[in-house]
T-cell receptor, first 115, second 114 residues
């Protein structure tokens, strides 16, 4: 199957700092990438959808200035959590989908802890 | 909000037994997918069933879809300890601005005891 690499897997940062998470599709062109947030023992909540070369579409209630998404190439999308606060602590997961494909391939996730 | 609801929320069985998980949804769908998540990891795609299909098999997995009841079930036969994970159904809407997005259910935590 297709491989999606997500880095870092774990990050601990101080309140007020910004954190960048990378999501790469290693063996296919990801025309669309998705960013999810998951709380312990809960389901995935879609934060935003990004198409290569265009602005991301954010879900209702997700602050676009807080969670900056860039999808500059067909293999890389980044999520930057700006001025992170303890309430931003969570498990963030990216996924990628090729053109016309129905299946999403997921990264391994990033656990963010903001102190 | 998550449109999928799954039951049971947790399922504990012995190795060799079958595990059945159910998923209900609310809107018209293009397809329904099942994913597996090991603790603290990303999701792995298991199987996709299209809205015009009623049943699909893949190895020890059997998925059914009843669009009239807006429900699906995932059956894992002859379970193994390695099947221990969370299982999520996800629906892809039939069209409109939500096309291509997946809406995940709440998940079922499956524990298979050796």
């Amino acid at each position: 199957g297709a491989v999606v690499s997500q880095h870092p897997s774990r990050v601990i940062c101080k309140s007020g700092t910004s954190v960048k998470i990378e999501c790469r599709s290693l063996d296919f062109q990801a025309t669309t990438m998705f960013w999810y947030r998951q709380f312990p023992k809960q389901s995935l909540m879609l934060m935003a959808t990004s198409n290569e070369g265009s602005k991301a579409t954010y879900e209702q209630g997700v602050e676009k200035d807080k969670f900056l998404i860039n999808h500059a190439s067909l293999t890389l999308s980044t999520l930057t959590v700006t001025s992170a606060h303890p309430e931003d602590s969570s498990f963030y997961i990216c996924s990628a989908r090729g053109q016309g494909r129905n299946i999403q391939y997921f990264g391994a996730g990033t656990r963010l802890s903001v102190l | 909000s998550q449109q999928g609801e799954e039951d049971p929320q947790a399922l504990s069985i012995q190795e060799g037994e079958n595990a059945t998980m159910n998923c209900s949804y609310k809107t018209s769908i293009n397809n329904l997918q099942w994913y597996r998540q090991n603790s603290g990891r990303g999701l792995v795609h298991l199987i996709l069933i299209r809205s015009n299909e009623r049943e699909k098999h893949s190895g020890r997995l059997r998925v059914t879809l009843d669009t009239s009841k807006k429900s699906s079930s995932l059956l894992i036969t002859a379970s193994r300890a390695a099947d221990t994970a969370s299982y999520f159904c996800a629906t892809m809407n039939a069209g409109g601005t939500s096309y291509g997005k997946l809406t995940f259910g709440q998940g079922t935590i499956l524990t298979v005891h050796p």
